[in-house]
């Protein structure tokens, strides 16, 4: 079966529709008819079969290829956009709601008017509603969104100094865990681990399944290894750079810093002999190395 994705904003969720037997490419802008009603989006890539294992069911084709007249209604409601939200602004501050308005997404053909909006708790917005139906005489619908989305709307510069992930590259949010950081022996202050939108910063993800793999060969904090000079507690291991901080056993003030090789350890059985340790761990650092 022969499929698109199609995405309708920049760097949004990308969607499979089937081809209809049209003569699709990448960038050829279309209309389909989503959940959310006729909508006009962008193919990213070009036409692919999608493997029966994959087939994903109900699977809706293209509609058409965007026509002149799609594409001039589209830009139309993407200039009516901006003061919807100015307008939807106005109502909440005159209604008192606590809500903070995003951005706003008009279907293809005006038949519903989509506003979405963050706020830390629930909002009755029922009033606003029949206001902006009095004002845009379509039907309205308001979608409460989490912070992450409305860091995307807005963008920013994260804590590296670069333009926010969530507005370059990524198309949809994956879980970020405090135990991710603890992984990569990252400090634990929200300050620091925190990214504009308040969360967990996302590039905590990106590093985390290298770590997993690499503590495999490593000790963990707190197991006991043969060093040269005798028995120690591990203290701290940088499994990067293959450097432990150990204190000896019996010895309150005494410590000492080895690389991995230098010392002798059991692995635990969901790790590899220690035998293998090194030149395994040698074969996966360069593979990361060249990549």
């Given at each position: 079966m022969k499929v698109t994705k199609v995405q309708f904003k920049p760097l949004g969720k990308r969607y499979f529709f089937g081809i209809a037997n049209l003569d699709l490419k990448d960038k050829t802008p279309v209309v389909v008819n989503t959940i959310r009603g006729i909508?006009?989006?962008?193919?990213?890539?070009?036409?692919?079969?999608?493997?029966?294992?994959?087939?994903?069911?109900e699977l809706k084709d293209v509609v058409r290829i965007a026509t002149e007249e799609d594409l001039k209604n589209y830009n139309k409601n993407k200039a009516l956009e901006p003061e919807v939200v100015s307008k939807t602004k106005e109502f909440a501050k005159k209604e008192n709601l606590e809500m903070k308005v995003l951005e706003a997404e008009y279907t293809l053909d005006q038949?519903?008017?989509?506003?979405?909006?963050?706020?830390?708790?629930?909002?009755?917005?029922?009033?606003?509603?029949?206001?902006?139906a009095e004002i845009y005489h379509t039907r309205i619908e308001l979608r409460q969104v989490g912070s992450r989305d409305g860091a995307k709307v807005f963008g920013g510069i994260g804590p590296c100094g670069l333009i926010v992930c969530c507005q370059t590259f990524i198309t949809q949010f994956d879980n970020v865990s405090v135990k991710m950081a603890k992984n990569q022996n990252l400090s634990l202050n929200p300050v620091k681990i925190s990214g504009n939108c308040g969360k967990l910063l996302c590039c905590i993800n990106y590093e985390?399944?290298?770590?997993?793999?690499?503590?495999?060969?490593?000790?963990?904090?707190?197991d006991?290894?043969?060093?040269?000079?005798?028995?120690?507690?591990?203290?701290?291991?940088?499994v990067l750079n293959k450097n432990l901080k150990v204190k000896y056993v019996g010895e309150d003030n005494k410590f000492g810093y080895?690389?991995?090789?230098?010392?002798?350890?059991?692995p635990s059985k969901d790790k590899k002999k220690k035998k293998e340790i090194e030149e395994d761990f040698d074969a996966y650092s360069l593979q990361w190395v060249i990549r």
């Amino acid at each position: 079966m022969k499929v698109t994705k199609v995405q309708f904003k920049p760097l949004g969720k990308r969607y499979f529709f089937g081809i209809a037997n049209l003569d699709l490419k990448d960038k050829t802008p279309v209309v389909v008819n989503t959940i959310r009603g006729i909508e006009m989006g962008y193919c990213v890539g070009d036409p692919f079969d999608l493997e029966e294992d994959e087939s994903i069911p109900e699977l809706k084709d293209v509609v058409r290829i965007a026509t002149e007249e799609d594409l001039k209604n589209y830009n139309k409601n993407k200039a009516l956009e901006p003061e919807v939200v100015s307008k939807t602004k106005e109502f909440a501050k005159k209604e008192n709601l606590e809500m903070k308005v995003l951005e706003a997404e008009y279907t293809l053909d005006q038949a519903k008017l989509i506003i979405y909006f963050e706020s830390e708790g629930r909002v009755d917005f029922r009033e606003l509603v029949k206001d902006l139906a009095e004002i845009y005489h379509t039907r309205i619908e308001l979608r409460q969104v989490g912070s992450r989305d409305g860091a995307k709307v807005f963008g920013g510069i994260g804590p590296c100094g670069l333009i926010v992930c969530c507005q370059t590259f990524i198309t949809q949010f994956d879980n970020v865990s405090v135990k991710m950081a603890k992984n990569q022996n990252l400090s634990l202050n929200p300050v620091k681990i925190s990214g504009n939108c308040g969360k967990l910063l996302c590039c905590i993800n990106y590093e985390n399944e290298l770590y997993t793999e690499l503590r495999k060969y490593a000790p963990d904090t707190g197991d006991i290894v043969e060093t040269p000079d005798g028995p120690a507690k591990v203290l701290t291991c940088d499994v990067l750079n293959k450097n432990l901080k150990v204190k000896y056993v019996g010895e309150d003030n005494k410590f000492g810093y080895f690389k991995l090789d230098e010392v002798k350890f059991t692995p635990s059985k969901d790790k590899k002999k220690k035998k293998e340790i090194e030149e395994d761990f040698d074969a996966y650092s360069l593979q990361w190395v060249i990549r």
